[in-house]
């Protein structure tokens, strides 16, 4: 009695479904070292939040932590409270909405949703350079990935009407 025709092809079958197994891993093994290397990144990017003497250091401090979080994948609402404290730290810094842009720039939702935060912090008047840019890149967002022309449109008439914005207000005077 010899072996049934049908015990090679069942091994070479589970051999071959091994190795497709380890080779679709791979991700999961590169991104477990690539954890690591963020977290160690995040901890450096902590120690120098803690050490910052300024409130500008501590918001850039806080803006390399983000920016760590924003390139690791499932870390963007980590990434998202990182700029947020970075812009409560450091109110009118445009350095920090420059990041927060740049950073977000592949995650429109995200990003509008960081841009509203920062416009509901406090008096517009306070800081109308980085009021202005916040405003500029929502009405862009609008305008394109996230295809609202109404709230584009809103926003591009509220930006006409911040100090600065080089618009004339064309209400008329009240009598």
């Known amino acids: 009695m010899g072996s049934p025709d049908w015990h090679l092809p069942l091994a070479l079958a589970a051999a071959a479904f091994a190795l497709l197994m380890l080779w679709r891993a791979r991700p999961v093994m590169r991104r477990r070292d690539a954890s690591d290397a963020t977290r160690a990144s995040l901890r450096e990017a902590q120690g120098r939040i803690e050490a910052a003497a300024t409130d500008a250091a501590r918001a850039l401090a806080l803006c390399d932590a983000g920016d760590v979080c924003a390139a690791s994948v499932g870390r963007a609402g980590s990434a998202a409270a990182y700029y947020q404290r970075a812009f409560r730290t450091d109110p009118g810094s445009l350095a920090v909405l420059e990041r927060a842009l740049l950073a977000f720039a592949r995650r429109p939702r995200a990003l509008e949703g960081l841009l ?4 509901a912090q406090g008096p517009w008047s306070e800081h109308p350079a980085v009021v202005a840019r916040a405003v500029e890149e929502l009405a862009k967002l609008y305008a394109g990935p996230l295809r609202s022309s109404v709230r584009g449109k809103a ?6 009407l911040l100090p600065g914005a080089g618009a004339q207000n064309t209400r008329p005077a009240d009598a």
């Open 116 to 119: 509203w935060r920062r416009l």
């Open 155 to 160: 926003l591009e008439g509220a930006r006409a």
